[in-house]
């Protein structure tokens, strides 16, 4: 399909409610710019277009106009079943991703049988410059690297990310506060050695405590690590 036939379609989709909410929780994003199409709408309408097989017209098409066209090049990205394929597209999407939104969607279902790959790219994605590519990184290593793939070089790989961006600081609380709840052992050491920013150290505590994979008695304790903010 063309550009335009695919901006049509999202149009065709709006729902002005939804915008006007969703603008309020993506403030980077240009309020013009978004067509307020639901996530289901947007999960459905890319999965159509992978079977359909007709979407390297709009995938090359970089940068979109459209926020919702970037949360549908992600969508579209997750269902691609060649790796290879896969990859290539991320690598070249990446650097055109500009809010939490549409990195935290961009999940490719293809990346769970290729991990070992995975991992070579996340190496470099999280030496980035980029917020959003440091951001990804980050989210992927917490997506397919805190289970059975956990190895301590992981955490030590984020607590070294340094970074005065708040998306960025945000995704390192949140990775720690996951990890707290999946590898407590492994990670309680860098909030008791005090490892993380003031910022993200407290954050990465608030949000161990508000999960309900931890137990109270290591809530108790999690209270007791807060520090003062510098």
């Not at 996530?39 to 359909?52: D, E, H, M, W």
């Amino acid at each position: 399909m063309t550009i335009e036939e695919i901006r049509q379609e999202l149009f065709s989709l709006q729902d002005k409610e939804y915008k006007a909410f969703q603008v309020k929780l993506i403030p980077t994003v240009d309020p013009e710019t978004v067509i307020g199409t639901r996530t289901p709408a947007l999960r459905a309408y890319a999965k159509s277009l992978v079977k359909s097989g007709d979407t390297d017209e709009f995938l090359a098409e970089l940068p979109h106009s459209y926020f919702d066209e970037n949360q549908l090049h992600a969508f579209i990205l997750s269902e691609i079943k060649d790796m290879e394929r896969c990859f290539d597209e991320v690598e070249r999407f990446l650097p055109y991703v500009d809010n939490w939104a549409t990195c935290d969607q961009l999940s490719p279902k293809v990346f769970k049988k290729n991990r070992e790959r995975l991992l070579l790219h996340i190496r470099r994605w999280i030496t980035s410059e980029e917020v959003y590519t440091i951001r990804f990184a980050i989210g992927m290593l917490m997506q397919h690297f805190l289970d059975e793939e956990f190895d301590k070089e992981y955490p030590e790989m984020v607590a070294e990310v340094w970074s005065e961006e708040y998306y960025v600081n945000m995704m390192i609380a949140w990775y720690f506060a996951t990890a707290l709840a999946k590898q407590y052992n492994a990670i309680i050491p860098y909030l008791e050695e005090q490892r993380l920013e003031a910022w993200t150290h407290n954050k990465a505590i608030q949000k161990a405590i508000e999960s309900r994979r931890i137990t109270q008695e290591q809530k108790e304790y999690l209270r007791s690590l807060k520090v003062a903010k510098k």
